[in-house]
């Protein structure tokens, strides 16, 4: 049985439109997992932790943590927030600006009247899994942002709560900063198992730190998986676009093959899963070639005549955004400066280029449902 049980959860919000943020939810999370819900502004991420912490009371639905129902609408079961046995971080720290660190980090305990764990020094040593043990006597207002953020970590951790939520907690954090304190909570959490919901709307957080992750998509989820299933196998066209498969292609059927607005594309001997008379292809940028002209592809590629639109330096990469030739479709090529041999200014506005992918890297979609066609 799931140690974290989501059945039938909805909460709509009155208002002009009304919302339905959560719409028939159901997820189910094992003893230890750390899971990332992961989709757009919008979708409804934030609004499913509150109904999990008690600070949303759901139209329908039940929620049952660890042994206990704290949320059963038939039922009318709804326990009150401080006594679901939940610890919460969030975006913002908000940690107590007029108590000492040690005194933040015990709250948790001290409001649950937990004293024999404030006695038995889980407050140090919760500290110390987050490197935050000389700070203990500091002030919030004495610590950098990736210390707050750590304390906050600790907060939410040190009365081993039966579910702890994680709402965006790293985004207010700079780029090398987020790594770090990702990487610290990773290894947390692969040392001192916790069971975990954690929000963002970062497909790269979401990859590294799920072990399984849920697409959400206006209050359902459309897929959950393991990160390694969900990034090769999107099931469906806005979960391509959610992880990375930025790049979209309508294809329809011309003949025997196929062809992208108007320009027919050469098999060659590739085959297309796609039955329908049209559907969809998506691509990562990095998996786009730019070449010279048509004679230049290799033997499993697909190219389409194209116009370079703009191109700017990534470092390791170009970003180089075509236009396709008599379509207003913009393609964007990642195209890796190592591989063009340094020749940063191979592509430059207004040139003709053909874009060059390989079918196999790519996922098919129905134009109609949206839905994947297995390959
Ligand atoms: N208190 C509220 N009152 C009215 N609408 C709300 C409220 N909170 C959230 N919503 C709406 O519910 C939807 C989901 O919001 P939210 O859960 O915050 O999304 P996310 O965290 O994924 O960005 C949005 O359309 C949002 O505008
Ligand atoms: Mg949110």
Known sequence: MAYVSIEGLTKNFKGNPPTTAVDDLHLEIEEGEFLVLLGPSGCGKTTTLRCLAGLERPAEGRIVAGSSTVYDSARRVDVAPDKRSIGMVFQSYALWPHMTVRKNIRYPLAARHLRD?????SVERIAEAVHCGGLLD???AQLSGGQQQRVALA????????LVLFDEPLSNLDARLRQQVRAELHELHRTRPFTAVFVTHDQSEALS?????????TGTIEQIGNPREVFEHPVSDYVAEFIGMSERLELTRNGDGWSCDGQALEANGNHVPISAPAGVVRLRPDDLRLVEDLSLLRDNELGLEATVMDVSYGGRHLDVSVQLTGSDTRVNAQVSTKSSGGQLDRWATGERTV??????NARYFELESSLAVAA
């Open 355 to 360: 874009i060059a992918f390989e079918l196999r």
């Open 117 to 121: 764990k404030i006695k038995d020094g």
């Open 155 to 162: 907060r939410g951790l040190v009365s081993e709560p039966d």
């Open 138 to 140: 500091r002030y919030p």
């Open 209 to 217: 730190l799920g072990q399984r992750m849920a697409i959400m998509r």
